[in-house]
């Protein structure tokens, strides 16, 4: 295995991780993915920016051997999967110093036992000359964690991103290629992973543009060459405006809460209005967290299990208040034997949102024509709050 040339004298040592399905033991990756880290070489200074997950140190080490020097190891991120063996790479290159912010020392010294003596912080804006080439660091706190920040390689115009602008997905190309096969991953990494930190993202974006940005080196997945293919997909995600979409997260054990679902999406597709439905028992959760990101309303569908919310609809709930999406309105609709609690769970449940929720619609068994009714209304209901958003 040897090291990839990006351009002169700047060189990718990461590794492919292609059989790895599950990450944090969470989140899917049904297309694998990358740990990259970059070379970078001046005419004084060699930088390692980052590194790989320690389960790659192997491939990580074949690449080191054809740098015999490495004077500076830039940290963007303390989190494992790029962090881990930076106490590797600083036993084989003992002149090397590691770099990182202020926030980030005490992650280094307790998570990874570093020496402070190893450690040299830099500050918002400070410049790093290599001789010929300027590094540049831009402090990006809380995307996604309070220490993490951007490298910016100022005469060749590359932004190393580090986990902002990844995308989960092993790949025998480099760079990417077809931009319509890199827009899904990248989708479904932003909503599984920086969606919660939408606002911060928006907030900081103008950073990024005003640096002029040609490539965008991130720190899993391809490589963008053309930087505004990534940057503006992130403007879309993190804009406020969602679209005239509903999402409904449903599940039925018996078929009455999927006869409610049923109508609901004949009527709201009969208004104009984009659904997405997803049948909890069989839908792949990251699908549902890419429909997070536009959807307007979300309505949660779901029988009633010992007064409560059906299980794989409460793990539903769970992801939608965790990831935070920029959706206006949530409602429920439901079924019941003899009580229920469902309704209650539920608003206990998303305390971290705050969607304006619709007039709920629960029934007891079976939906008879004045349940459906019901649901007409909620509707209704919908189409009105969208058409007062300016959704249409």
């Known amino acids: 295995m040897v090291a990839k040339k990006l351009f002169d004298g700047i060189f990718w040592v990461g590794a492919e991780d292609w059989d790895r399905r599950l990450f944090d033991s969470l989140i899917p990756l049904p297309e694998g993915t990358s740990y990259n880290a970059y070379i970078v070489q001046g005419k004084n200074l060699t930088v390692l920016i980052d590194a790989v997950d320690p389960t790659k140190k192997d491939v990580l080490e074949s690449h080191l051997n054809e740098f015999p020097k490495i004077d500076l190891v830039i940290a963007n991120h303390l989190e494992q999967d790029h962090s881990g063996l930076i106490p590797y790479v600083l036993n084989r290159y003992p002149q090397a110093r ?88 990248a989708k479904r990494y932003f909503a599984e992973i920086m969606m919660p930190f939408r606002k911060i993202i928006q907030k900081n974006l103008p950073v990024v543009e005003g640096l002029e940005v040609k490539v965008v080196a991130p720190s899993h997945g391809p490589i963008y060459a053309r930087s505004a293919f990534i940057i503006d997909a992130y403007k879309k995600w993190v804009d406020d405006q969602p679209e005239n979409s509903v999402l409904i997260a449903w599940a039925s054990m018996h078929g009455s809460t999927a006869r409610m679902v049923d109508h609901l999406i004949c009527e709201l597709a009969g208004r104009g209005i984009k659904v997405m439905p997803f049948n909890l028992a069989v839908t792949d959760l990251g699908h549902l967290a890419m429909s997070l990101v536009e959807a307007a309303t979300i309505i949660v569908a779901s029988p009633t299990i010992l007064t409560g919310l059906h299980p794989l609809v409460a793990e539903a709930v769970f992801l939608v208040n965790a990831l935070r999406p920029k959706a206006l309105f949530a409602g429920f609709i439901g079924s019941y034997g003899w009580k229920s609690r469902a309704l209650d769970q539920l608003k206990s449940m998303l305390d971290s949102v705050r969607f304006e929720l619709l007039n709920p619609v629960q029934i007891k068994g079976d939906p008879r024509p004045e349940d459906l009714t019901l649901l007409s209304k909620l509707v209704d209901e919908i189409y009105q709050k969208h058409q007062t958003a300016g959704l249409f």
């Open 98 to 185: 590691l770099l990182a912010t202020p926030a980030a020392r005490d992650l280094i010294i307790t998570h990874l036992h570093i020496a402070e003596d190893r450690i040299k912080t830099v500050t918002d804006g400070e410049r790093l000359d290599l001789g010929g080439r300027t590094i540049r660091f831009v402090h990006f706190p809380w995307v996604h964690w309070p220490e993490t920040m951007l490298s910016y390689l100022e005469e060749d115009k590359i932004l190393f991103s580090c986990d902002l602008f990844g995308s989960h997905l092993a790949s025998s190309d480099l760079m990417v290629k077809d931009e319509e096969r890199i827009y899904e991953p």
